[in-house]
């Protein structure tokens, strides 16, 4: 599975932005799929998540109400609209991709990443 984000810039305060996350590769397979940033000397966190067996979403508290992950299945791609934005969501975003796969001995997981869209929110 390959991700490829695009999306990312830099934005005023209360702007919004959208930002893409195209999968390519055995994606049948991939039964999540998920946003996370990380700011400079910050651990990666969870921005916001989607699971598609569950058909369910989460976010992190500090996007509830501002962020909206969503996906389109027939271009495979993944997006994450960000409105409201504020200074402190300045961050690279990261793109993540959980695909399971069932063998004989059980199932195994396997987690993908993109390289990145920096995101620059400037009060």
């Known amino acids: 599975v390959q991700l490829v984000e695009s999306g990312g810039g830099l934005v005023q305060a209360g702007g919004s932005l959208r930002l893409s996350c195209a999968a390519s590769?055995?994606?049948?397979?991939?039964?999540?799929m998920g946003w996370y940033r990380q700011a400079p000397g910050m651990q990666r966190e969870l921005v916001a998540a989607m699971s598609f067996g569950e058909l369910s979403t989460n976010y992190a508290d500090s996007v509830k109400g501002r962020f909206t992950i969503s996906r389109d299945n027939a271009k495979n791609t993944m997006y994450l609209q960000m409105n409201s934005l504020k200074p402190e969501d300045t961050a690279v975003y990261y793109c993540?991709?959980?695909?399971?796969?069932?063998?004989?001995?059980?199932?195994?997981?396997?987690?993908?990443w993109g390289q990145g869209t920096q995101v620059t929110v400037s009060s």
């Open positions: 993540h991709a959980r695909r399971t796969v069932i063998y004989t001995t059980g199932p195994q997981e396997y987690d993908y």
């Open positions: 590769g055995s994606t049948f397979t991939i039964n999540a």
